[in-house]
């Protein structure tokens, strides 16, 4: 626990000084119109419609923004970094599943968070990490239905993980 806390203050005081990239400057664009313009259900980029990306990363971006209530970057890369997170808690807890010990598997979750491809997405293709750490929540849950009896509750979950 002691690990994660540090890797999560570690992380939130350098993602805020890497410079913002042109996909991640227009998602965080979209993000602040839908917080002014109070349009969540129709993002736009400079006043125009944009649907070429799906509105749940925007929305999460905006409601951190509206949450902590400040204009800083970090603030609209929090919801990436808690996806980062999740991705690294996912590893651990899915490596103990499959038969590690709890060294290898705090092992294999922090290289999880910390691979050049993992940190990469999150600031070349921000709404990447989304679909990743979804994705691998879902297989995670899958994998452990596959061990259980047949759960709706669990089922439905990975349904809406993976869409």
């Known amino acids: 626990m002691l690990i994660i806390l540090i890797l999560l203050i570690y992380s939130i005081s350098t993602f805020n000084l890497i410079e913002v990239?042109?996909?991640?400057?227009?998602?965080?664009?979209?993000?602040k119109e839908m917080v002014e313009d109070?349009?969540?259900?129709?993002p736009t980029l400079n006043g125009e419609p944009r649907y070429q990306?799906?509105?749940l990363p925007t929305w999460l971006t905006a409601l951190s923004v509206l949450l902590f209530n400040s204009k800083s970057i970090i603030f609209y890369r929090i919801p990436a970094i808690l996806l980062l997170f999740i991705i690294g808690i996912t590893s651990y807890f899915f490596s103990l599943k499959i038969?590690?010990?709890?060294?290898e598997s705090l092992i294999n979750g922090l290289i999880t968070v910390s691979s050049i491809y993992i940190?990469?997405?999150?600031?070349?293709?921000?709404?990447?990490?989304?679909?990743?750490?979804f994705m691998f929540l879902a297989i995670?849950?899958?994998f452990s239905s596959l061990e259980?009896?047949?759960?709706?509750?669990?089922n439905i979950l990975i349904g809406l993980l993976i869409g």
Not at 38 to 42: A, I, P, V
Not at 99 to 103: A, G, H, I, P
Not at 119 to 133: L, S, T, V, Y
Not at 148 to 154: I, P, S, T, Y
């Open 148 to 154: 259980n009896k047949f759960n709706l509750k669990q």
């Open 99 to 103: 038969k590690f010990n709890k060294n």
């Open 53 to 55: 990306k799906p509105p």
């Open 21 to 31: 990239g042109i996909m991640e400057a227009r998602n965080f664009q979209t993000a």
């Open 119 to 133: 940190i990469a997405i999150i600031f070349e293709a921000p709404w990447d990490i989304f679909a990743h750490g």
């Open 140 to 142: 995670y849950f899958l």
């Open 38 to 42: 109070n349009n969540w259900l129709l």
